[in-house]
């Protein structure tokens, strides 16, 4: 399930300002190397960069673990899936998935209030609702929980992007 579609603007500043709150449990954002000079150039945080994508962090902890994870695809996925407070990495998903994961996994998107993506995980049929517990902390005041198919996910920043948003 390896799908690095470039993700909207207006996902990428929300992901930054629940980053920066220190209330809010973001600590990092990762961005594709599509991505990279999206983010605010404002930001006072760590960045580092890999051939996989970029990390934002405040946590020296974080961008170390980020340079050091492995470059395979799964052991990489492992670890941001750590730095990113997931509860699931991407390998551990298409396994519940019995490999059908377009299929039968689901992506949960932790939403401001105008409806950009703060966080986003993809979770197995039985850890849904883990994942939507775990997920609903990262929901800043007046957001919500949106809960869709991977080509759902897939089509919303396909579409957000071509808006220009």
């Keep these: ?21 220190p209330d809010h ?16 150039a404002m930001l ?14 405040k946590s020296d902890q974080l961008a170390t673990a980020f340079l050091c994870a492995p470059s395979d695809e799964s052991g990489f996925d492992r670890v941001m899936a750590k730095i990113l407070g997931l ?10 998935c019995e490999g059908r994961p377009m299929a039968r996994a689901r992506i949960v998107q ?10 986003e995980a993809a979770a197995g049929p039985e850890q849904l609702q883990k994942t939507s517990e775990a997920l609903q902390k990262h929901v800043p005041p ?3 929980l949106r809960v869709m198919t991977p080509i759902e996910a897939l089509g919303r920043r396909i579409l957000s992007r071509e808006a220009g948003n």
């Design 110 to 119: 932790a939403c401001d209030a105008d409806g950009w993506v703060v966080t």
């Design 1 to 21: 399930m390896n799908y690095l579609v470039p993700e909207p603007e207006g996902d990428i500043r929300a992901q930054c300002k629940a980053m920066l709150d």
């Design 87 to 96: 509860p699931q990495d991407k390998r551990s998903v298409c396994l519940a």
């Design 142 to 144: 007046g957001g919500s």
């Design 44 to 57: 006072r945080v760590l960045v580092e960069h890999r051939p996989e994508g970029t990390i934002f962090t």
């Design 25 to 40: 449990p973001k600590r990092a954002v990762f961005v594709v190397p599509q991505d990279r000079d999206r983010a605010p």
